[in-house]
Nanobody, 123 residues
Framework: QVQLVESGGGLVPAGGSLRLSCAAS????????MAWFRQAPGKEREFVGG????????RYADSVKGRFTISRDNAKDTVYLQMNSLKPEDTAVYFC????????????????WGQGTQVTVSS
């Protein structure tokens, strides 16, 4: 079992930046592919970005490519999402997730989820 706890959300003006963190409870964190998803009110949960266990491979949704960066620190059992040039349409609850093998853009493929952190971008 892996417990994930997100932090770092908040209210930010358009064009601003935020860094989200996701801390994992398990010492084998370094073996898990990780991802960030988001869900806006009335919309389905969507993939934002994912990272391989070593951090050597990352994948992003087209909507955030060039603005968001996912990284991880396996020594701290933490994955990060640096969000720059934020837009009002980035407003959502952001979730981190872990699965046993491979980065996937499908939320159904992930075994473990955090509780989410709210990001609100004002226009």
């Amino acid at each position: 079992q892996v417990q994930l706890v997100e932090s770092g959300g908040g209210l930010v003006p358009a064009g601003g930046s935020l860094r989200l963190s996701c801390a994992a409870s398990r010492r084998t964190f370094s073996s898990y592919p990780m991802a960030w998803f988001r869900q806006a009110p009335g919309k389905e949960r969507e993939f934002v970005g994912g990272i391989s266990p070593s951090g050597g491979y990352t994948r992003y949704a087209d909507s955030v490519k060039g603005r968001f960066t996912i990284s991880r620190d396996n020594a701290k059992d933490t994955v990060y999402l640096q969000m720059n040039s934020l837009k009002p349409e980035d407003t959502a609850v952001y979730f981190c997730a872990a699965r046993l093998a491979g980065v996937s853009a499908s939320s159904a493929d992930y075994n473990y989820w955090g509780q989410g952190t709210q990001v609100t971008v004002s226009s």
